[in-house]
């Protein structure tokens, strides 16, 4: 039997970018997963962000593609050509738990949630070609899990990865994190992440949990602890919170982090507005002194990027004047994307009634506004205008440069590397998304 899995362009009507600097991570998992059952499959992966391909030149007996929220469109057609060959194919991933009635109508099977338990019953069933409609993968516990296969893609990468937990404990309205992964929290065994770490090819990671310190604080400091003694050479940076700082054992979490590797982490500051931070239910997690988190993280040598969400109903116009000021006081960058109600989540259900008539999943992509706001000066044209230009304000080359001049010493030199690595491209990527605004603005 042979399978190829395709990692879905991204971005609005599926335009094809320069994709990510790491390889999917869904797949390469799947692939190991699937080779721990079945070693004798054949697999082909596909980056469709990277790699044009003739859906349908495929020649393969199961056809998957995992799915976010902005992706589910292009998954769709790509899916219902492949298909209509008598092509099999699955679909999983969290915009497909969310709604598998709809990806039900695209796919022979669909996987709700997660895989492992239900994996191998798949493979058998597709062999036979007796999928069913829906699968649903239970929570297991994360020992013995297989590691991923990194040496299938025909295009390269940047960045390494690798995961330590699965859920968060925050339930954020914005978020299906802890509604996909079953509202609780779990943590792989520390020997396994480091010797998979330490095996790795790749000397820089991301760590692609949802919460690199949020999960289980007495388990992270333990696994920092001995990423510290035991794994040399390999740098990360990852995405955590603020409160988890203001525990007792905070600054040594943070003195082992630094030690294990972390060079940079992206924290959900989420919005400078009161009323939005409630309306996300996201004020808890902020802790008392967000501020001074922030100049701890920096202290410690790591360098921070703040997590913004800008053009919510709640928010104001002035908001996004308020970002500039703050990135300028704290010295730190932002990564402003804009509210965007994901199916699946608490927002959506308080969205829904001003949700725009007649987008895609395609639009729900972080760049676009898909719900009406109150003021008119928030119209859905000035909230993306100002994204873009709030964009342009925070990443320019010289404001990057200064930024990582205030980076303690303590994480030199590859904080301070990997901090222009991280900003300059998505300094690069916001520009090039306001030309290609503007040109398909002329062309109107």
């Known amino acids: 039997m042979k399978i190829i899995f395709i990692s879905p362009a991204f971005g609005e009507k599926g335009q094809k970018s320069k994709g990510l600097p790491?390889?999917?991570?869904?797949?390469?998992?799947?692939?190991?997963?699937?080779?721990?059952?079945?070693?004798d499959i054949e697999i082909e992966l596909i980056d469709g962000n990277k790699e044009t391909f003739d859906p349908d030149s495929l020649e393969?007996?199961?056809?998957?593609?995992?799915?976010l929220t902005p992706q589910a469109p292009w998954v769709y057609r790509i899916a219902d050509r492949i298909r209509a060959r008598g092509i099999q194919v699955v679909l999983g991933g969290i915009h497909v738990t969310a709604l598998p009635e709809e990806a039900s109508?695209?796919?022979?099977?669909?996987?709700?949630?997660?895989?492992?338990?239900?994996?191998?019953?798949?493979?058998?069933?597709?062999?036979?070609?007796?999928?069913?409609?829906?699968?649903?993968g239970g929570f297991p516990e994360l020992s013995g899990l297989p590691r991923p296969v990194t040496n299938l893609w025909k295009t390269n990468y940047i960045y390494g990865y690798f995961q330590t937990?699965?859920?968060?404990?925050?339930?954020?309205?914005?978020?299906?994190?802890?509604?996909?992964?079953?509202?609780?929290c779990r943590v792989r065994p520390i020997d396994e992440v480091i010797s998979e770490v330490a095996a790795s090819k790749w000397r820089l990671f991301w760590g692609i949990d949802d919460n690199i310190w949020?999960?289980?604080?007495n388990y992270t400091i333990e696994l920092y602890r001995e990423m510290s003694r035991t794994v040399r050479g390999k740098w990360w940076f990852g995405q955590g919170d603020l409160v988890s700082l203001e525990h007792p054992r905070g600054d040594e979490l943070l003195k082992y982090a630094r030690g294990a590797g972390l060079t940079s982490v992206l924290v959900g500051w989420e919005s400078n507005n009161q009323h939005t931070l409630a309306e996300y239910k996201a004020t808890s997690k902020q802790g008392r002194s967000r501020r001074d988190a922030i100049k701890r993280i920096r202290d410690n040598g790591i360098d921070v990027m703040l997590f913004i969400m800008v053009g919510g109903r709640q928010d104001s116009y002035e908001d996004y004047d308020g970002i500039r000021r703050l990135c300028d006081e704290l010295k730190v960058a932002a990564h402003p994307v804009m509210a965007t109600p994901f199916p699946?989540?608490?927002?959506?259900?308080?969205?829904?009634?001003?949700?725009?008539?007649?987008?895609?999943?395609?639009?729900?992509?972080?760049?676009?506004?898909?719900?009406?706001?109150?003021?008119?000066?928030?119209?859905?044209?000035?909230?993306?205008?100002?994204?873009?230009?709030?964009?342009?304000?925070?990443?320019?080359?010289?404001?990057?440069?200064?930024?990582?001049?205030?980076?303690?010493?303590?994480?030199?030199?590859?904080?301070?590397?990997?901090?222009?690595m991280i900003q300059y491209p998505l300094g690069r990527a916001y520009r090039e998304f306001a030309r290609d605004r503007d040109k398909e603005s002329a062309r109107q």
């Open 344 to 420: 699946g989540t608490d927002l959506y259900d308080i969205y829904k009634p001003y949700l725009v008539p007649g987008l895609d999943w395609d639009w729900y992509d972080g760049n676009h506004a898909v719900f009406e706001h109150d003021d008119p000066r928030m119209s859905v044209a000035a909230r993306e205008d100002e994204l873009i230009s709030l964009r342009a304000d925070l990443l320019p080359v010289p404001e990057i440069l200064r930024r990582i001049t205030k980076i303690s010493m303590k994480g030199f030199p590859m904080s301070h590397i990997t901090s222009w």
């Open 105 to 136: 109508r695209h796919a022979d099977a669909v996987v709700v949630g997660e895989a492992e338990e239900i994996w191998a019953d798949l493979l058998r069933d597709a062999e036979r070609r007796r999928l069913k409609q829906y699968y649903k």
């Open 165 to 184: 937990s699965r859920g968060c404990p925050h339930k954020c309205a914005f978020c299906s994190v802890h509604k996909f992964f079953g509202g609780a």
């Open 60 to 67: 393969a007996d199961l056809i998957g593609f995992t799915v």
């Open 214 to 217: 949020g999960v289980d604080f």
């Open 22 to 39: 790491i390889a999917p991570p869904v797949l390469e998992y799947l692939t190991g997963l699937t080779w721990q059952i079945r070693p």
